[in-house]
């Protein structure tokens, strides 16, 4: 998919889905270990369960342009990397810009090469996204962080140097900045404390991925995860764990139609606070082994959402539940606590129909309200995920553009809503 590209999707609403989706590995698991895998100087690290997405196949351009052999086999799903070659410390702008997780290799550079040269780090526009976790952490770890402007934009320099164990904290527990302070001080020397870790569950996949690896690593889902820096880390092969953010809107893909799947791979537990939610919406779960039976038969009810981290309702959820909430029997409460920029969604519910008030980081939603089919835009990935929502119960067609950020995060939309019933197509051009 070359940058530019306009993509759609056309969505024709009023269907009931029912029948089975395969839920894809996780976009956020993944990325940090494509990361990880950079570590290894010797050997092939096998990814299996990778989801086909956009910042997948970003993140392999990137493994490649750093000198490493990526072949990503998308009939497979599997990944394999041969990080021996590795031997440029530059994160391009023109691949790094385009999403976020490409910040995740940079301690690999760091423990290979010595410094990462950052022209650019992408992800979704969410407002103010700081890095400052991140480089304090390096820092305190005994990196040095210098910025000079090339024409209007910052390169950001990081010398490492022999890196270091120390006592490292997330003000909050950021999720990519616990995952690169633990890949950070995994070959430092000596013993790392990080305090106010993240306890995301792709976050201990990743632990258990480096685990595998060699890395000495206690702690991971208590928030204070102890590294002891090994000497080095060897490749290995890993399935990635379940996408909980894909399966959080097939279950609302269910609750909005009013439609009954079976999410093969889905675990009701990732879920967090949003699981609880939607049950009191009305969804029934019904968890038999790997596969998660979900259905709606009754009217949706209103809800109150808070996002918060791990096991908290999370951010990524929160713009599909916006979508959902339109169609509840009353008004909706909606505190967006993680990110600032997240509610560009309210207008473009509202061209559908919707009625939305948004006040700051707050949003009340007053349903039910029935939606109509509009030309609507995509802001960021999980808007993306939220219109395809609203489109699938409201009347008439619905066109989604700037639908590139859709399949940054999601494998196959079209075709597994499809096979569940959906009217739905991807255009691109
Ligand atoms: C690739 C990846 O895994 N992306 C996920 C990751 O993003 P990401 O790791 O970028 O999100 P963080 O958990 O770091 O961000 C949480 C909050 O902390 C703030 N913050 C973060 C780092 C920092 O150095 N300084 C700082 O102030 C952010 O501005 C934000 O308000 O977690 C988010 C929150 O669950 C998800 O929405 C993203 O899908
Ligand atoms: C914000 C998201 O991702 P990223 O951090 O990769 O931009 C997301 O997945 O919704």
Redesign the pocket.
């Known amino acids: 998919m070359n940058a530019g590209q306009e993509v759609r999707y056309r969505v024709r609403g009023g269907r009931r889905l029912d029948g089975t989706v395969f839920i894809q590995g996780a976009k956020?698991a993944v990325?940090p270990m494509i990361g990880a895998s950079l570590m290894a100087s010797e050997g092939r690290t096998v990814l299996r369960n990778v989801p086909i997405i956009e910042d997948v196949r970003r993140a392999v351009e990137l493994a490649q342009a750093l000198g490493a052999k990526a072949e990503l086999h998308e009939a497979e799903r599997t990944l394999v990397i041969d990080a021996s070659t590795l031997s440029s410390p530059v994160l391009p702008a023109e691949i790094a810009a385009r999403f976020?997780?490409s910040f995740l290799f940079v301690p690999a550079l760091l423990h290979r090469l010595g410094e990462a040269v950052i022209e650019g780090v992408g992800?979704c526009n969410l407002g103010?996204?700081?890095?400052?976790?991140?480089y304090n952490g390096f820092k305190r770890m005994g990196a040095t962080v210098t910025e000079q402007m090339a024409g209007d934009d910052g390169v950001i320099h990081i010398k490492a140097g022999d890196l270091r164990g120390g006592t490292l904290y997330c003000d909050?527990p950021?999720?990519?900045?616990t995952e690169n302070l633990i890949m950070a001080a995994a070959l430092a020397h000596g013993t790392t404390l990080i305090k106010n870790a993240?306890l995301e569950p792709?976050v201990l996949d990743n632990i258990a991925f480096l685990q595998a690896m060699g890395a000495k690593i206690s702690g991971g889902g208590t928030g204070f995860i102890t590294v002891e820096g090994v000497d080095g880390l060897r490749a290995v092969e890993h399935t990635v764990m379940p996408d909980r953010i894909d399966a959080g809107v097939f279950v609302m893909a269910a609750a909005i139609t009013g439609g009954e799947l079976n999410l093969v791979g889905a675990a009701l537990e990732h879920l967090g606070v949003a699981g609880d939610k939607l049950e009191q919406m009305g969804v029934e779960f019904h968890q038999q082994g790997a596969v998660l039976h979900v259905r709606r038969d009754r009217p949706l009810r209103p809800i109150n959402v808070i996002t918060d981290?791990y096991p908290g309702f999370?951010?990524?959820l929160q713009s599909p539940i916006m979508a959902v909430s339109c169609f509840a029997d009353g008004p909706s409460y909606i505190y967006e606590r993680?990110?600032d920029g997240r509610f560009k969604l309210a207008d473009e519910l509202r061209k559908m129909g919707a009625d939305i008030e948004v006040n700051g980081n707050r949003a009340k939603v007053l349903g039910a309200t029935p939606l109509r089919g509009a030309e609507v835009e995509a802001h960021d990935l999980r808007c993306g995920s939220a219109l395809v929502l609203a489109g699938l119960a409201a009347e008439g067609e619905t066109t989604i553009t700037s639908a590139y950020y859709l399949d940054r995060g999601h494998a196959h939309t079209a075709e597994r809503l499809s096979q569940v019933g959906a009217d739905i197509e991807r255009e691109v051009g």
């Open positions: 956020n990325l976020r997780g992800g103010s996204r700081n890095l400052d976790f991140h909050t950021s999720h990519t900045g993240a792709e981290e999370a951010t990524d993680i990110f």
